[in-house]
């Protein structure tokens, strides 16, 4: 508490280039999900994810792919997963219907079932994988509208443009991720990138909700300055959120087991990594970007308080 008391950083004399990087990042990560694409999961494509732990020894996948790949289900994929003994059996979307789906698992069920524990099986029909598509891509946008008319009431214009810009780079960014890892895309990552905005926009909320204070404060004070005050003035609140939320993400991912909860503990890591460096580095020189000026931000001197540039005149004067 003393040493965030204390703290004196002047984040905004480096913006330029970690603004430059960041930005750089976001375009990657747009080329990467344009010609790349997401490995998308069985909620969106359809089809059968079977996760199977060997009874004794190790999986064999080439055996699995061989075996399978006798039942004509299409083009089989076998991945392994944290230890030896297990791996992941992705099935095709199978073009008979819902019915086809599980005709399907019972097949693989009675070929593998003697040498192979069944841990998980999802199975999802092209109509179900349609319509959560839509869901998905519907809860993910209604998330950002709704942030950005909320910003734009509560704090204005040219605040929104700034916390909108850096959520939708967090959320860019953890895309270009989830991209570069092969992490697989289903509704697990529907809820982190939706907790990721949340997270983003609380994180920049607090910083922007600072200088709005100290706006009316020091109406004078150069805007990079006054921005450098804010953060280190709620440094404790983002550094602690962050580290606490984190220590809770990393035990999730290291004792949560292998799969599903792996994957969404990893999202969210890189999320909040993210949503704390952007908080401080794209939503700060936004303000600056857009806003040449203090009197742009809406300021207005407070009556109560004294204006800063006076105290320091007066000063000077005696």
Partial sequence: TVFFSRADFRFMAIRNPVFILMTALSLASLVLLTSLGLNMGAD???????????????ADGADIRARLDELNLGDV?????????????????????????????????????DQYVFRRV???????????????????????????????LRFGRR??????????????????????????FNLASIAALLTIVCYSLSDTMVIYDR?????????????????????NQTLSR???????????????????????VQSFSATLIFGVLVGTVSSIYVAGPLLILFNRRNNRLGGTQDPAEPDASSETEAKGAV
């Fill in 44 to 58: 969106f494509r359809g089809g059968s994810v079977i996760e199977l732990r060997a009874r004794t020894g190790v």
């Fill in 77 to 113: 994929q076998v991945e392994e997963l944290g230890s030896a003994r297990d791996v992941l059996v992705r099935i095709p979307s199978q073009e008979a219907g819902d019915n086809a789906e599980q005709t399907a698992v019972g097949l693989v069920r009675s070929e593998l079932e």
């Fill in 122 to 152: 999802e199975v999802v029909g092209p109509g179900v994988s349609g319509e959560l598509t839509r869901a998905g891509s519907l809860a993910v946008a209604a998330a950002v509208l709704a942030v950005l008319l909320y910003v734009w």
């Fill in 159 to 184: 605040f929104a443009v700034g916390a909108i810009v850096a959520t939708l780079h967090d959320v860019l960014l953890t895309l270009g991720f989830l991209v570069l890892t092969g992490i697989e």
């Fill in 211 to 231: 200088v709005r204070e100290n706006l009316v404060r020091y109406r004078r004070m150069p805007l990079s300055v006054l921005i450098d005050t804010s953060i």
């Fill in 238 to 260: 983002t550094v602690l959120t962050a580290v606490t939320t984190l220590l809770a993400l990393v035990a999730l991912y290291l004792f949560g087991g292998s799969g599903l």
